[in-house]
């Protein structure tokens, strides 16, 4: 059974940091991780995602340069580093774990079955 657990969201000024945290299990090797967001009023988008497998990522084009996945081994999490954070990345950040079809579509909102309860990402300018 897979159990994605998120942490480190909070509140922040326009050009801050912030790094979240998923402690995942339960997964397969095959698995793709994910970071996913949802702004009021708007669609779930995929921001970053991870092949544990291999350690390939994939990151939306308005995150790059700026955020960071990671999987942290000893304790068993994947990490998103934001930095650079703007107005508009203000969300909620679920943790998302599956098995896309095709690679480059694993920052598909469908491709995923199990989530995490999410964490709230607020940035003030």
């Known amino acids: 059974q897979v159990r994605l657990v998120e942490s480190g969201g909070g509140s922040v000024q326009a050009g801050g940091s912030l790094r979240l945290s998923c402690a995942a299990s339960g997964y397969d090797e095959s698995s793709s991780l994910a970071w996913f967001r949802q702004a009021p009023g708007k669609e779930r988008e995929g921001v970053a995602s991870?092949?544990?497998?291999?350690?390939?990522?994939r990151y939306t084009d308005s995150v790059k340069g700026r955020f960071s996945i990671s999987q942290n081994s000893a304790e068993n999490t994947v990490d998103l580093q934001m930095t650079g954070l703007k107005p508009e990345a203000t969300a909620m950040y679920y943790c998302?774990?599956?098995?896309?079809?095709?690679?480059?579509?694993?920052?598909?909102?469908?491709?995923?079955?199990?989530w995490g309860q999410g964490t709230q990402v607020t940035v003030s300018s």
């Open positions: 998302a774990a599956g098995r896309p079809l095709v690679r480059n579509w694993s920052l598909i909102r469908g491709q995923y079955h199990d």
């Open positions: 991870l092949y544990p497998g291999d350690g390939a990522t």
